[in-house]
């Protein structure tokens, strides 16, 4: 099993510094990179105040083995002043900042690069970066994980050295592009010791396509009730998983759900990749609900059930997660609130701007890649097409509501078209 040398992590939020604090216990240095940004400045002044250790805290004792301290050897302020030998990259920004990312790093940075690590990449995010960086002269060996080993937020949601893990997934995948990684193997290995179980599968695309965030939230946001409460918010909360109306779960999303599931497991499909029985991977990767609720029978087979009864047993798994069904009820009779997660509104961020919370954010960047791969692919895709179109009509709205106010990015309707060629490339030349 080979070690992973000096790590570079790229980003400065909280996924960033509980993977510090994992990565400081591999033999070699640890060094952080940020951009230049007014969330990244707090990240650094923190870190210059905790004289330059960063801090992992859990809320439940059954994750201690993730709690821990990191020091940072190294620590460099926007992308572009990275200097030294570093062996692996770790990037823990956002899916559409790795070309960003990448770009601005020194070439002879990237050349000496062996590996770089995606701890939060879409589908395709393991072939952009790779064809990237080879087309700026570099090869190196690419590892992408499903997705984030948990839930890690920093108290008080300003950037900081100390971050809190609430929670830890059952299980996530990862794969290489080089077959048989000894790198991948020490990954495992790491997060094994930390109580994370890593999966690992044959190919990049299979661990990308095993993120639950894929096939629930395009539905879950881009329909009207969602996307009402995101951008012209009013009166009280909607939230993400409830019924309708006091969230978007109705038929109707549940159904728009199970045929997107259809048309990503093509594109899964066409990449060389195999599907996910998508009622399995909900109930044994995310939540799961009571045998009373939905059988095993039924989880098993799925796949070959008639549409209307896929959509039928979605819909019950949402209902019986309305409530934590593993709670202890109180006095009353009642369950945990599991299903409470407020639909976040626009927000307005430090430097005064209106700006897009992450869900949706994430997904419109996510989802049209994945239009993009069907376009290429040849697969239809429609009702993708149908859930971006609702989304593009609100960002199209959007100036209008907010006449005169300053809007980010996040606002304005994209193709991401840089990225979708460097992938179409890189399909292109792996088929
Ligand atoms: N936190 C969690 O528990 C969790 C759970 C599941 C998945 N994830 C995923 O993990 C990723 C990182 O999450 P996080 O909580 O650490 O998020 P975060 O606080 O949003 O940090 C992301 C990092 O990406 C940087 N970034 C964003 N856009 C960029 C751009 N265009 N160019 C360069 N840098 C950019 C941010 O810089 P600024 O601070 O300057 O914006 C920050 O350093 C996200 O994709 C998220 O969805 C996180």
Not at 55 to 70: D, I, K, P, T, Y
Not at 378 to 391: E, F, H, K, Q, R
């Amino acid at each position: 099993m080979s070690d992973l040398g000096r790590i570079l992590i790229a980003g400065t939020g909280p996924t960033a510094v509980q993977t510090a604090v994992l990565a400081g216990r591999l033999p070699g240095a640890v060094g952080v990179a940020g951009r230049e940004s007014a969330r990244a400045d707090s990240f650094f002044a923190a870190l210059a105040d905790a004289g330059g250790v960063l801090r992992a805290e859990v809320q439940n004792e059954q994750h201690r083995a993730l709690a821990g301290r990191c020091r940072v050897r190294e620590v460099f302020r926007g992308y572009g002043t990275v200097t030294g030998e570093w062996d692996t990259l770790i990037l823990t920004v956002t899916a559409d900042a790795y070309v960003p990312v990448l770009g601005q790093l020194d070439r002879r940075v990237l050349a000496r690069l062996g590996r770089i690590v995606l701890t939060s990449p879409t589908l395709g995010s393991a072939a952009l970066v790779r064809e990237y960086a080879r087309r700026l002269g570099a090869d190196p060996e690419v590892i992408s994980f499903s997705s984030y080993l948990g839930d890690t937020r920093t108290p008080g949601g300003t950037p900081g050295a100390t971050v809190l893990t609430a929670g830890v997934k059952r299980r996530i995948y990862a794969a290489s592009t080089t077959p048989s990684s000894s790198a991948l193997e020490r990954l495992r290995a790491l997060h094994a010791s930390a109580g994370v179980h890593v999966e690992v599968l044959g190919g990049p695309v299979e661990a990308e396509s095993r993120n639950i965030s894929l096939y629930v939230h395009p539905a879950l946001f881009m329909n009207d009730v969602a996307l009402r409460a995101v951008f012209r918010p009013s009166g009280p909360p909607r939230y993400v998983y409830k019924l309708f109306p006091e969230g978007p779960v109705t038929p109707s999303l549940v159904r728009t759900m199970v045929a997107q599931w259809r048309e990503l497991t093509d594109v899964v499909v066409a990449l060389g990749g195999a599907g996910v029985n998508l009622l399995a991977f909900m109930l044994d990767d995310s939540y799961p609900v009571r045998p009373e609720s939905i059988g095993p029978d039924d989880v098993a087979r799925f796949e070959e059930l008639p549409a209307v009864h896929q959509e039928y047993l979605v819909y019950v798994r949402y209902a019986s997660l309305l409530i934590d069904p593993f709670s202890e009820p109180d006095g009353d009779g009642r369950y945990f609130d599991f299903s409470a997660v407020p639909i976040r509104p626009v927000f307005r961020s430090e430097t005064g701007e209106w700006d897009v919370p992450r869900m949706p954010r994430e997904d419109y960047y996510r989802t049209k890649v994945i239009q993009g791969l069907a376009r290429q692919l040849g697969v239809a895709c429609p009702t993708i097409d149908g859930l971006l179109a609702a989304y593009e009509d609100e960002l199209r709205r959007a100036p209008g509501e907010r006449a005169g106010e300053p809007l980010s990015a996040a606002f304005v309707v994209q193709d991401f078209g840089t990225d979708l060629d460097i992938i179409r490339t890189a399909i292109g030349k792996a088929s």
